[in-house]
């Protein structure tokens, strides 16, 4: 097998493995290398299928809510009705915010990004909730609700601040979703939309081992506690090849502007070999089955609360692009269709992602429960391609730096 290293001449710095097993065994970016054991969910990306616990999304999306999902998702069953109501009780209970947290965030840059911000405050949840006891079940169970509870609260409370409000408190007669569109706009949203927007975090409530999750899992691995887990896997997840794209997509229609200018845009993004946000999976040489349900949930809303002309464009693209790449397995990710249902949501273009880590705190929270029950801490080794017994050249000596072409 080629790979990137074929022209180095590496060597194994862990003396336990051979260089060549590892020149061998190489796959930058580990793509298909195996990280863990679990049994959280499945993706068959060719035949497009997604499993969260053995169920299809199809029928979680359908039936089931996003706690609901996010208790079997963590605790591996779905809940009895009393554990599903003593669960939802308890992440109603811990909604709100220590007034120090609020206080923090209001010392926010307002121009900064809200992923950043979530990612500062997540991490700032072990210092206000310090106690790290790994091994006791009553701690998991808090953290779970606390973070479950606490996420939507920060994203929105950043949200008002930003504009120069207080934050929102929280309504306890309004469930999960509702009570997070409401905190965005003081506004009781429409009960279609609480509905659709409880459906998307379902569908991006978890994804196997992905960047941010494999972010969390190493986390996880050196025992520190959840709140550290999950900022780090916001920061993973912040990046534009991974959640930041829906932020793009947007970005993309409003730009191309019309469906008469698809096909061009296509046709320059080929020729210059720039990736089309929105489109490709590591996994899914598919569409991704998450991006069916939400194109219907788009449609839904499109048709009770109004059009968007740049579904037109979107619609137009996917054709356009099914017909050029469809052939490398390029096909709608769950980013291409989420940015549309977001925005006729009413939920500003730079909180898609913070949205998307919303949801995906059930998944990491998951993984991170099924790390403690089996951990070892990651410890990869490396091919180290650089050179050995080079000696140390005061600064008065030195010549200028030969730079590698
Ligand atoms: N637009 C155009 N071409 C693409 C795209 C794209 N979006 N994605 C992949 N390709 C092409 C590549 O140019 C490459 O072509 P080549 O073989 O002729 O060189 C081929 O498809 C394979 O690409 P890879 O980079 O090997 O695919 P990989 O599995 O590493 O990438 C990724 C997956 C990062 C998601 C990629 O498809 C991409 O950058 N997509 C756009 C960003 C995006 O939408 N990210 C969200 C992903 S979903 C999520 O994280 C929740």
Redesign the pocket.
């Known amino acids: 097998m080629v790979t990137q290293t074929d022209n180095l001449n590496v060597q194994a710095t862990d003396e336990s493995t051979t260089p060549r097993a590892l020149v061998c065994d190489f796959r930058p970016?580990l793509?298909g290398v195996p990280a863990v054991q679990s049994s959280i969910s499945y993706v068959d990306g060719k035949a497009g299928i997604l499993e969260y616990r053995g169920i299809p999304i199809e029928e979680l999306a359908t039936r089931s809510t996003f706690l609901e999902t996010s208790f079997l998702l963590i605790w591996g069953y779905l809940p009895t009705e009393a554990e599903l109501a003593e669960f939802q009780h308890d992440i109603q209970f811990h909604r709100r915010l220590k007034f120090r947290i609020r206080d923090m965030m209001k010392c926010f840059p307002e121009s900064g990004h809200p992923m950043d911000a979530l990612q500062a405050s997540a991490a700032a949840l072990g210092l206000f909730y310090s106690r790290r006891a790994l091994l006791d079940p009553s701690y998991i169970r808090a953290a779970v609700i606390r973070l479950l509870a606490k996420i939507p609260t920060m994203t929105a409370a950043f949200q008002m601040i930003r504009k120069g409000n207080d934050p929102i408190q929280p309504r306890d007669d309004l469930d999960y979703a509702a009570n997070f569109l409401y905190m965005l706009s003081e506004r009781e949203p429409d009960p279609l939309a609480a509905r659709v927007f409880d459906t998307c975090l379902t569908l991006?409530a978890e994804?196997t081992i992905?960047?941010s999750t494999f972010s969390a899992l190493v986390t996880a691995s050196t025992m520190t506690d959840p709140y550290a887990v999950v900022a780090s896997a916001v920061g993973t997840l912040a990046g534009?090849?991974?959640?930041?794209?829906?932020e793009?997509?947007i970005e993309m229609l409003e730009a191309i502007g019309s469906v008469e200018a698809v096909e061009g845009f296509v046709d320059r993004?080929?020729a210059e070999?720039?990736?089309?946000?929105?489109?490709?999976?590591?996994?899914y040489k598919v569409k991704?089955p998450r991006a069916t349900i939400l194109q219907q949930l788009a449609e839904q809303l499109f048709d009770s609360l109004g059009h968007d002309r740049h579904y037109d464009i979107a619609l137009e693209l996917e054709r356009v692009?099914a017909d050029r790449?469809g052939h490398?397995?390029?096909y709608p990710?769950?980013?291409?269709y989420s940015g549309l249902v977001y925005r006729r949501l009413g939920i500003p273009t730079d909180l898609f992602t913070p949205v998307?880590a919303i949801a995906r705190v059930s998944g990491w929270l998951a993984h991170w429960r099924e790390q403690l029950a089996a951990n070892r801490i990651f410890r990869p080794t490396q091919l180290y391609g650089g050179e050995h017994g080079v000696h140390y050249v005061p600064i008065d000596e030195r010549g200028p730096v030969q730079l590698a072409p």
């Open positions: 970016g793509e991006h994804h992905n960047a534009p090849l991974h959640g930041g794209a829906n793009e997509v993004a080929i070999k720039s990736r089309i946000m929105g489109f490709g999976h590591r996994v991704d692009v790449l490398k397995g390029i990710n769950v980013d291409f998307f």
